[in-house]
């Protein structure tokens, strides 16, 4: 008998740079489970306070989201907020499939609009987490690149409180990527599914590699010194509690010349990237956009990035 019904949508949360394409595409090679890759958009236009968006607002954004775009859902103008999230899900799960979403932050704002959710955590060193960070652009230091991880731990352990121990499953992706089918039956069994062989099949029909031993712990080869003691500044108390074991060095604070130069790397960085990436017209354009908080404007720039950015899809 299933666990979950074909009517419960289960979310595989954790932060970016965690390992979950590689799971979604090993769900989604599952003969009874569906995943569609990333959508956050469901939630990031919902307040922490639980305040929804307006309607006008939210599908104009919707608009120029790159992800929400690329799955070709219809848009039910008439439905309220939460119905019409709901309708995507309804819309993403195929007769008779199990439907996972990966989400990367917000995690506390689902249960409002799915109550009745499941939720597989899957957890990875956040110094590794930072690290890859980098070459997304979307940080210039590891310094930087572990908020992104600690954001979404916060909003993992404010939703971790709400729920009941059957809603939910922690996968590590050390332990992942070390014995996958290990992994996969444990989520077939939260599932009540069968494991399916099918599942290792991803790498013969995507440009994503198996699943790679050496990338984790990458840490202890590739981090320095300082850049340990400052990352471990920040979460080296959580890591104990995690399972995850510290570097050793002492963690030490930036003093005041050393935060600035750690904000100018890392603003440097994030410039060059994005001007290297969508031109320096491009760049400015979007910057002019968002700093006079003109919506229509930033809304036509982030097209054009979206455009530029299918380009790198992998």
Known sequence: MKIISDSTPVFIVGPVRS???????????????????????????????????????YIDWLSANRIFVAKNL???????????????????????KILTMNIHRHFHRIPAIFPEARYIRLLRDPRDVARSCIGMGWVGHVYYGVDIWTEAERSWQRLRKTLKPDQYLEIRYEDL??????????????????????MMSYASKSTYAPPDKSLSYQWKKKYTRRELQLVEHKIGSQLPALGYE???????????????????????YRAEYQIKRYGFGLYIESALASRFGHKAWQYACRRRKNAIDIRYLK
């Open 177 to 198: 990527v070390n014995d996958v089918a290990t992994g996969l039956k444990a989520i077939c069994g939260f599932l009540g599914l069968p494991y399916s062989d099918q």
């Open 246 to 268: 510290a570097s050793g060095h002492t963690s030490v604070a930036p003093g005041f010349w050393e935060s600035m130069q750690l904000y100018l790397v890392h603003r440097k």
């Open 19 to 57: 390992g979950s394409t590689f799971l979604r595409l090993m769900l989604d090679s599952h003969p009874l489970i569906t995943n569609p890759g990333e959508c956050d958009f469901l939630f990031d236009m919902v307040g922490d306070d639980g305040k929804l968006p307006s309607m006008t607002a």
């Open 74 to 96: 219809i848009v039910d103008t008439a439905l309220p907020y939460t119905e019409l999230v709901r309708s995507f899900a309804k819309q993403l799960t195929p007769e008779k």
